[in-house]
């Protein structure tokens, strides 16, 4: 299998982690949306990362088709995503919250690096950085409040975690300025206690 995608992009990265914690064997290809479009168009027309390439030459678009693939073949026990019920929708509430953040995190990226200064909407970049904080703010309450164990939704990570670790580390690489005096001291626990095991820490985006 083949990962399309750098993991300074937060929804290759949490794809990254899915692989690792399933412990399934993959290729990444570092292409980058920046640089390599013309590449990642011989993959995905919309031009967009992550995409994965499956032993037989089928390619999954989307990090939420991606990661729902990886968890049918690989997790059957359902440790990332439980099957049903109040912990299943526990679950993809915080993992909705983590991906919204990444979502709303690029964007403001965007709007401050692919544009000309002069053209840069500050009223814009204001309101989705806010949507930003809300769901940082979200995801801290909910690890303040965790129950018993280290974790969101448990004694183990699921996806819930993957995208609360991800989404923390991303908006600390792209936007230092909401994190400084760490604002979201539960949540930065949890991202560092999952970056303390490889499956996470592993993937961390390394420059250069
Ligand atoms: N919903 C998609 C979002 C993927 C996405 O927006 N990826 C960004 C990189 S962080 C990208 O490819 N941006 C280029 C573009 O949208 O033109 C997912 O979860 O995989």
């Not at 899915?18 to 399934?24: G, Y």
Request: aromatic share 6%.
């Amino acid at each position: 299998m083949q990962l399309i995608g750098r993991n300074l992009s937060p929804f290759v990265r949490r794809t990254a982690i899915v692989l690792n914690l399933l412990d399934l064997k993959y290729e990444q290809v570092g292409l980058s949306t920046a640089d390599d479009m013309a590449e990642i168009a011989k993959h995905n027309p919309i031009v967009r990362v992550p995409a994965m390439i499956l032993d037989d030459g089928e390619a999954l678009l989307d990090s939420n088709a991606i990661i729902d693939h990886l968890l049918e073949v690989a997790d059957p026990d359902n440790r990332l995503l439980p099957a049903s019920g109040a912990e299943r929708r526990a679950v993809l509430r915080l993992a909705a919250i983590g991906h919204g953040i990444m979502e709303k995190a690029v964007s403001s990226s965007y709007e401050r690096n692919r544009r000309p200064k002069e053209k840069v909407f500050d009223g814009w970049v204001n309101q989705v950085e806010d949507q930003v904080k809300g769901g940082l703010a979200a995801l801290n309450a909910a690890a303040a409040q965790a129950k018993g164990g280290e974790w969101l939704c448990g004694d183990h990570p699921t996806l819930a975690d993957v995208n609360a670790a991800v989404a923390h580390d991303f908006t600390q690489i792209v936007a230092p300025y909401i994190m400084k005096d760490d604002p979201y001291p539960a949540l930065t626990a949890l991202a560092q206690r999952g970056n303390a095991m490889p499956a996470f820490g592993d993937t961390a985006f390394k420059p250069g």
